[in-house]
């Protein structure tokens, strides 16, 4: 009663979450196995998992083959999901994190399903785990996560580069008269 109140200048003002706050579900894709248990664990059924098996060759000779799930699809229903974060929890293989975003509204509710590139991308929202000692390494999980963003920064700089490179020779017959006729004056 003694201080004014304050109104929060929101969106153009982003708020000051708390440490480890929940938003959204992200998705580090390189560590699911589809085991499917986040999918039948989940209360509201709002997980959507299509994965294939692939045969490994052996690696030693006369070893046997080894045959691993590819995850091809995974995705969240958030229009259906209620943010309990149980399939978080029974992630055996640390896939699933709570990412502190919660901009992500859809002007339609179908648009509301949510594939696991978007997924993917909420991966590096994600706030690492508290350290047990200040002076300990980062966690694998943040290492691993910058690993596969900054694979994936690369990957774009290089098609981009390969995109920018066909235009470029597209475009080098008209500078390579230019420069010959400036080198002859």
């Not at 080894?66 to 399939?87: E, K, P, Q």
């Not at 949510?114 to 929202?125: D, F, I, V």
């Not at 230019?178 to 080198?183: P, R």
């Amino acid at each position: 009663m003694t201080k004014r109140s304050v109104t929060t200048q929101y969106p153009d003002v982003k708020p000051e979450l708390p440490p480890r706050s929940r938003g959204v579900i992200a998705l580090f894709d390189e560590n699911c196995t589809s085991c499917m248990l986040c999918a039948r664990e989940c209360p509201d059924w709002c997980i959507y998992i299509d994965s294939h098996k692939e045969t490994l060759p052996a690696t030693t000779p006369g070893g046997r083959e080894r045959t691993r799930n590819v995850l091809d699809r995974f995705a969240i229903d958030f229009s259906l999901c209620m943010y309990c974060g149980i399939c978080i929890e029974v992630c055996p293989f640390d896939a699933l994190f709570w990412s502190p975003e919660f901009e992500y509204a859809e002007f339609e509710i179908k648009d509301m399903l949510h594939e696991k590139e978007r997924l993917g991308e909420w991966m590096a929202t994600v706030p690492p785990p508290p350290a047990v000692d200040p002076r300990a390494e980062d966690p694998k999980e943040l290492v691993n996560a910058r690993k596969a963003l900054q694979k994936k920064a690369d990957d774009a700089a290089t098609e981009a580069a390969m995109k920018e490179g066909t235009a470029d020779t597209s475009g080098d017959t008209g500078t390579s008269g230019d420069a010959g006729g400036e080198a002859s004056r």
